[in-house]
């Protein structure tokens, strides 16, 4: 069955004054108007800096609560148990929880750390523990490979301790929280 011209014609039309409407609601410019106040909108910021400096806190305290609670859940509690020695019963599931427990507290105390410096009480708190955050990059890995357990939990244990005097100094006190199975492998 044929299509009548005249249905092609206005169907033609219709679409070419659809489609040149839309383009001149555009504004005529590069659309970044509507970008930036969109991402405005999105993304709520504190108005004075005390608001801040409390979202800074608040921040902290989270970030930090969840690194202390990771390495004291899968890293410092096993070491106690013996759990990381030589022929223990469950050693290198507990190794590789500990290496993912491990990378999530340093990511934590990296992120805690960039809140820290919304606060300047805080952030002159924190900011000595900065080169013993980045030392314990490498660590992670050491703990999943079984090597020297020892050092690894007494260095992630003496950062979180750190961690957790300077937030209560800065009057952002941190506490053991622990974090989900699946925010531990999320990162």
């Keep these: ?20 409407g839309a383009t001149a ?12 106040a969109t991402q405005l909108a999105a993304t709520p910021t504190p108005t004075t800096s005390a608001q ?8 902290f305290v989270a970030n930090a609560g969840l690194a202390a609670g990771a390495t004291y859940q899968w890293i410092v509690k ?23 427990a491990g990378a999530f507290a340093y990511n934590r105390l990296k ?19 900065a080169a013993g955050i980045a030392a314990l990059k490498d660590l992670p890995a050491k703990l999943r490979s079984g090597d020297s357990t020892d ?3 007494s260095s992630f244990d003496d950062i979180i301790n750190k961690v957790k005097a300077a937030g209560k100094s800065a009057g952002a006190e941190v506490k053991d929280q622990v974090p989900s199975a699946s925010q531990l492998s999320g990162g």
């Design 1 to 20: 069955m044929p299509v009548p011209i005249r249905r092609l014609i206005v169907a033609l039309t219709l679409s070419c004054v659809l489609i040149g």
């Design 25 to 36: 609601c555009g504004g005529g410019g590069s659309g970044q108007d509507t970008a930036t």
């Design 52 to 59: 801040k400096q409390r979202f800074a806190k608040t921040r």
């Design 78 to 100: 096993p070491w106690k148990a013996g759990t990381f020695k030589k022929g223990a019963e469950g050693r290198r599931l507990a190794l590789i929880k500990a290496g993912l």
């Design 111 to 129: 992120a805690a750390s960039k809140n820290a410096e919304g606060d300047p009480l805080l952030s002159k708190a924190v900011a000595p523990l």
């Design 151 to 153: 050092s690894v939990v």
